[in-house]
């Protein structure tokens, strides 16, 4: 029996000697760069309409006008309670001298994360996903692969725990290259800061009911999660593609064109709700933290990620049974 | 009685309708060179793919080292090393990363049997070069390394001297030969080329359209089928005294040809000479597959 660290460590040499993860490295550090640029210029224009150091006192206006409009009577509580929340907000970006209308390298992060999600993350997850196995076949190399002394499934296994740990990696190289790239220009505070969350989205529209503040690095964390949560979905299905379909490049055609259409559908299926089953309209699951509207009525974090499992389990398990089946020509 | 390394059996593979191997069975012999010979598409690929674990057989057995390679995979593949048409390392690590890599996939082989095979085939000092750097002919090479490392007993190699140079071709021919006859593997070579087989194997088995059609030893199958080639003026002169000791065949070129034997054909040159008739061209000539084919199938054609 061979041990399965031998085929994951064989696997990892590949994937290294092909520099995949490099030129990935090098793709979110040259986008991060020039994210953080754009929003530099954001900055210095609303410093410029602003005024310059006056975001202080602005705050401080601001929060005298909340205190005053809480204790009076005549709001109602709910009303009350979210100026409260948007009070604290305000007391503590004063308190810990954070522009709000500045971004600190955190904060950074996580708009990076949450508008990566949908398709930035999972193109660069595709780019390594894709061939890992078709390239194999593309070679020839699949010939010697499956002619060792080593059952198919656990040539397989190795393969998709390397893809992964490949995952969680290019999972933490876009945390780590956002925060520290765009910390150079926006300082690296802000870990903290308070975030909103917690909204609920019914029939009624968008329910604040259950709306909280936590820290910024809660927050973080969670994004995190769902990130790493969509990388490894989309990562599955493209490791089907890649069992499935021996060319790369049409497999990688295929994820694209399904990526870009939940994008695009995402925008206009509204009143197609069967629509809501596709695993590319539910990618979006920081939106659910934010409170923004989901594509299609009815949808939650929790349905999304239900949805997401079922296509996750049914790649691994369409990828395993075709590839300890299939007669290699 | 020798040893039996390699025991196929009733082997049969269908494709949607079609009976691409239909039935073959052949048994390896330990330190023999067993040659597997067929033009392209008869399904020598096929067969071959099947003994290699790549392609399930529909029916039929393949016992390697005595473990039935369907129920008992990993302790049949132990036994066998093997090279399916091209050998297609990976270009992008070095030879010496890419027999990590396959040594890694055995059990219990290291740094020491890696270091051993490198210098059986010769690679040691281009080991650490990238794959893509290498010629064709170390490719082969490094991909003999590689089905070597698991010091296995069958060695199967499809097509070994494909796109090889002359010299290559010679080189491959006597490492597969020392493979046989001084460590004691059976190699299973398969070819399209009689003259190959014929220089390289004991035994052959000759396939064609997906069945065994006769199964001998090199001497058998192609003694008393080697032709002489004639020319010589005056033309009909020469015919007639041919003629008159053995049965000729006039080719459309306007040579003849002969049967071939050692003793009585420099007579029936002596003879010609002795008549007059100045002999310009006179040579061996191996019978074709084609020719061989003719006559074995009995006039079924190639496909």
Not at chain 1, 233 to 241: I, P
Request: aromatic residues 8%; glycine residues 8%.
């Amino acid at each position: 029996m061979i041990p399965l660290n031998k085929l994951i460590h064989n696997e990892m040499m590949k994937l290294i000697a092909k520099k995949r993860l490099v030129v990935i490295a090098i793709i979110i550090g040259f986008l991060v760069a020039m994210f953080t640029y754009a929003q530099y210029k954001e900055v210095e224009r609303q410093r410029e309409k602003l005024g310059t150091d006056d975001w202080r006192t602005m705050i401080q206006q601001t929060i005298i006008d909340q205190q005053n409009r809480i204790s009076s009577a005549r709001i109602s509580d709910e009303w009350k309670k979210q100026l409260q929340i948007s009070l604290q907000q305000n007391q503590y970006y004063l308190d810990h001298d954070i522009n709000p209308s500045e971004p600190g390298a955190p904060t950074f992060m996580r708009i990076f994360l949450e508008n990566s999600i949908e398709l930035f993350i999972p193109l660069m997850v595709m780019v390594i996903a894709s061939d890992i196995v078709s390239s194999e076949h593309s070679q020839g190399s699949i010939k010697l692969l499956l002619t060792r002394p080593v059952k198919r499934w656990k040539v397989l296994l190795s393969k998709y725990i390397t893809l992964s740990l490949a995952i969680s990696l290019i999972v933490a190289i876009a945390g780590l290259l956002s925060y520290s790239i765009s910390g150079l220009v926006f300082g690296y505070k802000g870990w903290g800061a308070p975030v909103l969350t917690g909204f609920t989205v019914s029939d009624a529209g968008l329910n604040t009911a259950s709306v909280k503040l936590i820290d910024q690095w809660q927050f973080l964390l969670m994004d995190f999660g769902l990130v790493w949560l969509v990388a490894i979905v989309v990562g599955t299905l493209s490791f089907m593609l890649s069992v499935l379909i021996r060319s790369t490049a049409a497999g990688m055609g295929v994820m694209l064109a399904a990526l870009i259409s939940g994008a695009i559908l995402s925008n206009m299926v509204s009143s197609w709700e069967s629509a809501k089953y596709f695993f590319m309209v539910n990618l979006k699951l920081t939106n659910y933290m934010n409170g923004n509207p989901p594509p299609i009525e009815g949808m939650t974090l929790s349905f999304s990620m239900m949805v997401l499992l079922v296509w996750w389990a049914a790649g691994l398990f369409v990828s395993f049974f075709v590839f300890t089946k299939k007669d290699v020509f | 009685m020798e040893k039996i390394t390699l025991s196929v059996h009733n082997l049969k593979k269908v494709i949607g309708k079609k009976e691409i191997i239909k039935g073959i069975s052949f048994d390896l012999k330990e330190g023999e060179v067993f040659g597997f010979l067929g033009p392209n598409g008869a399904g020598k690929t096929t067969t071959i793919r099947m003994l290699v674990g790549l392609i399930k057989p529909t029916s039929g057995s393949i016992q390697i080292g005595g473990y039935n390679i369907v129920d008992n995979f990993e302790e049949a593949m132990k036994h066998l090393g093997c090279i399916v048409e091209n050998p297609e390392l990976y270009p992008y690590l070095s030879g010496y990363d890419n027999l990590r890599h396959f040594a890694n996939m055995l059990d219990g082989i290291g740094k020491e049997r890696i270091r051993e095979v490198t210098e059986l085939v010769g690679l040691k000092d281009r080991i650490h070069d990238r794959v893509k750097t290498y010629s064709l002919g170390m490719r082969q090479r490094l991909g003999i390394a590689q089905a070597l490392l698991g010091r296995p007993k069958v060695l199967i190699l499809d097509e070994p001297t494909n796109g090889l140079d002359p010299a290559g071709i010679r080189e491959m021919r006597e490492f597969i030969r020392f493979l046989a006859e001084d460590e004691g593997l059976s190699v299973l070579v398969s070819s399209h080329l009689l003259s190959e087989i014929q220089l390289l194997c004991d035994r052959v088995a000759i396939i064609s359209r997906g069945a065994v059609i006769r199964t001998d030893t090199v001497l058998n199958l192609l003694s008393n089928r080697e032709r002489v080639i004639w020319r010589f003026h005056p033309f009909e002169m020469g015919k007639e005294v041919l003629r008159s000791v053995t049965t000729i065949d006039e080719r459309e070129d306007g040579s003849i040809s002969t049967e071939y034997d050692e003793i009585t054909t420099p007579e029936w040159n002596k003879m010609l000479v002795e008549a007059g008739v100045s002999v310009t061209e006179m040579y061996r000539k191996m019978p074709v597959l084609e020719d061989l084919f003719l006559e074995l199938t009995g006039g079924d054609s190639i496909e």
